[in-house]
């Protein structure tokens, strides 16, 4: 029994995001949870270029795959940032003491 390439990449993909919401579910440390964030999107991103590849529009599929990943780079270069600071002012990266934040 052989298993076919979309096959895999559905398991792939499905793998990536079950993991991901499992690490968004169950960390409150804001670096994890960019790191959760971005498996997310790997998952997704592997989805378009299954899609693309299923569909016969390669091109496309790997279009949106390099400006999903322009796009999450900025956003997680943007989180970084955030984390950066946060831990300037507050000390530590758990999410719940972010509530200390509001006014």
């Not at 968004?24 to 989805?47: E, S």
């Not at 943007?78 to 509530?99: C, E, K, N, P, Y």
């Given at each position: 029994?052989?298993?076919?390439?979309?096959t895999?990449?559905?398991?792939?993909?499905?793998?990536?995001?079950?993991?991901?919401?499992?690490?968004?579910?169950?960390?409150?440390?804001?670096?994890?949870?960019i790191?959760?964030?971005?498996?997310l999107v790997?998952?997704?991103?592997?989805?378009l270029?299954?899609?693309?590849?299923?569909?016969?529009?390669?091109?496309?599929g790997?279009?949106?795959?390099i400006?999903?990943?322009?796009?999450?780079?900025?956003v997680?270069?943007?989180?970084?940032?955030?984390?950066?600071?946060?831990?300037?002012?507050i000390?530590?990266l758990?999410?719940?003491?972010?509530?200390?934040?509001?006014?």
């Amino acid at each position: 029994m052989t298993i076919s390439i979309p096959t895999t990449v559905i398991i792939m993909v499905l793998g990536l995001i079950g993991i991901g919401i499992y690490a968004l579910l169950t960390t409150r440390h804001l670096l994890k949870v960019i790191v959760a964030l971005q498996l997310l999107v790997k998952g997704a991103m592997l989805a378009l270029v299954l899609a693309g590849r299923l569909t016969g529009q390669e091109d496309l599929g790997q279009s949106l795959a390099i400006t999903v990943i322009i796009a999450d780079t900025i956003v997680a270069v943007i989180g970084m940032a955030l984390a950066v600071q946060v831990r300037r002012v507050i000390g530590t990266l758990d999410l719940r003491s972010l509530t200390s934040l509001r006014r």
